[in-house]
């Protein structure tokens, strides 16, 4: 089993930064990707980010060139650098994690979220 704890979130104005940390314990030998996905009142969640281990990054076209993804891997942590937040970026962000590698990212743990909030 694997374990995820984000943190990070809270409130921000418009044009503000966050970063959004993620720990992943348990059984973390194999980990082939991670990432954060958003859901927001009345919306189906959505991918916002993701990394593999490799490093290799796939972004939503809605945070491209402003949100970044990184990763320690010593650690076992997975970061989401989030700069010039806009209003739509408000939501709860989940980390997630995949074990095993597939034709298209696919969580197999997900974190409890972090509520993210943009407001002037």
């Known amino acids: 089993q694997v374990q995820l704890v984000e943190s990070g979130g809270g409130l921000v104005q418009p044009g503000g930064s966050l970063r959004l940390s993620c720990v992943a314990s348990?059984?973390?030998?194999?980990?082939?990707?991670m990432g954060w996905y958003r859901q927001a009142p009345g919306k189906q969640r959505e991918l916002v980010a993701a990394?593999?281990?490799?490093?290799?990054?796939n972004y939503a076209d809605a945070v491209k060139g402003r949100f970044t993804i990184s990763k320690d891997n010593a650690k076992n942590t997975v970061y989401l650098q989030m700069n010039n937040l806009k209003l739509e970026d408000t939501a709860v962000y989940y980390c997630?994690?995949?074990?095993?590698?597939?034709?298209?990212?696919?969580?197999?743990?997900w974190g409890q979220g972090t509520q993210v909030t943009v407001s002037p």
């Open positions: 348990g059984t973390t030998f194999s980990i082939n990707a």
């Open positions: 990394i593999t281990s490799g490093g290799r990054t």
């Open positions: 997630s994690l995949e074990r095993y590698w597939r034709s298209s990212y696919t969580p197999d743990y």
